[in-house]
Nanobody, 127 residues
């Protein structure tokens, strides 16, 4: 059974850091299109980063560029979202989505309708 699970969320103060983890079972993340999304209460879901671990460049949304990074750990079958200089507007539920059937050339935050999605991990940034 293919599934992904997020972890690493929590409550931090403005300027703090968190590292979110996305772990997959039943398929290999290194050969998948993997992305992180977030959704704040009352707002639309936003794609913040995507990566095809074995090739291509990472995508980082303008809203988090310079503060967030996405990276793989292929040995552990995980992908991380490193979040630094956190702001209150980064508060929300963060989701990992991964699709092992999406080729590198199609890997995008806009192409993950058929992906495996996790249940999310909550990030709260307070001032």
């Amino acid at each position: 059974q293919e599934r992904v699970v997020e972890s690493g969320g929590g409550s931090v103060q403005v300027g703090g850091s968190l590292r979110l983890s996305c772990e997959a079972s039943g398929f290999t993340l290194s050969n998948s299109c993997v992305a992180w999304f977030r959704q704040a209460p009352g707002k639309e879901r936003e794609g913040v980063a995507s990566l095809y671990p074995t090739g291509g460049e990472a995508y980082i949304a303008d809203s988090v560029k310079g503060r967030f990074s996405i990276s793989p750990d292929n040995d552990q079958n995980m992908v991380y979202l490193e979040m630094n200089s956190l702001k209150p507007e980064d508060t929300g539920t963060y989701y990992c989505a991964a699709d092992p059937r999406l080729p590198l050339t199609w890997c995008s935050i806009h192409m993950l309708g058929g992906a495996r999605w996790g249940h999310g991990t909550q990030v709260t940034v307070s001032s």
